[in-house]
């Protein structure tokens, strides 16, 4: 597992511009390595920022989008199309406008797919199993996973002192999230840590606090961002207001 690395930058906008730039690059560098890059999506408004700044960044159009796969983290069950999915935020300000193969693209189950939210859980686990790598995996590999963090700790929808911590597949329903909306389908955090690189990016002072207490090793069923791990590279991205409470760690 690999020891977290900080990167601190000036404001918010600053930060989803340098998130953008090091997301094309990695995507770049998986490309340059494997032939193939597969990215794990969030929710949030930085998210949806780090989204834009891709949009806009000429040297995204370096990345080969057709050989790039897309999954998402968590997903606010709604129906198809519903503004508050994180499916349709990334496609609005993102996905719609790069030339995605639309069978590399792997949104969560919606609410009026025909099934509840745990039979959409478990319909998510199989479309990863059925990506990975035949006989030698449940879940296929994910080149970087991209992580917003809750005022209260929370990562994708794992939340604070919440059953899902408990949860033994790789895939889980949620039930009364304390952000809204309250159902929703997560990876679970051993799920996330299988990811190469994890990336938590988190901009503004109602972070400080979450922040610094992942940082100071709190318990990850209190701030469940304190229990993401990359297999190669963590890496906290944030803006000096959400770094404020970090302590004792040299950023770069
Ligand atoms: O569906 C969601 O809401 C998210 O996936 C959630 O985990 C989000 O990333 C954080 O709550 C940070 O969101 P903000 O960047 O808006 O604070």
Do not use: C
Request: proline letters at 8%; zero cysteines; a negative charge.
């Amino acid at each position: 597992m690999s020891e977290a690395s900080v990167a601190v930058h000036a404001d918010a906008d600053l930060l989803a511009q340098a998130v953008a730039a090091r997301l094309v690059v990695r995507l770049l560098d998986a490309q340059a390595a494997r032939g193939e890059a597969s990215v794990v999506l969030t929710g949030g408004r930085i998210a949806a920022a780090v989204y834009r700044a891709v949009a806009a960044l000429p040297a995204a159009d370096a990345v080969d989008w057709s050989r790039v796969d897309v999954w998402w983290g968590d997903e606010r069950f709604l129906p198809a199309g519903d503004p508050e999915r994180n499916e349709t935020q990334a496609r609005a300000a993102l996905l719609d406008a790069l030339p995605l193969d639309p069978a590399r693209i792997h949104p969560m189950p919606a609410s009026d797919g025909g099934a509840d939210p745990e039979e959409a859980a478990a319909r998510y686990a199989d479309e990863l199993a059925r990506a990975a790598r035949p006989g030698t995996a449940a879940l296929p590999h994910f080149d970087v996973l991209l992580l917003g963090v809750g005022e209260d700790g929370h990562v994708a929808s794992v939340f604070p002192e919440h059953p899902v911590h408990h949860e033994s597949r790789p895939v889980s329903a949620v039930r009364d999230s304390p952000k809204p909306p309250p159902v929703r389908v997560t990876l679970t955090l051993p799920t996330i840590n299988t990811a190469e690189e994890v990336w938590l990016v988190a901009g503004g002072a109602d972070k400080a606090h979450a922040v610094g207490m992942a940082l100071a090793g709190a318990e990850p069923v209190q701030i469940p961002a304190a229990g993401v791990q990359g297999t190669s590279r963590t890496l906290w991205l944030l803006d000096r207001a959400a770094a404020a409470e970090v302590k004792g760690r040299a950023p770069f």
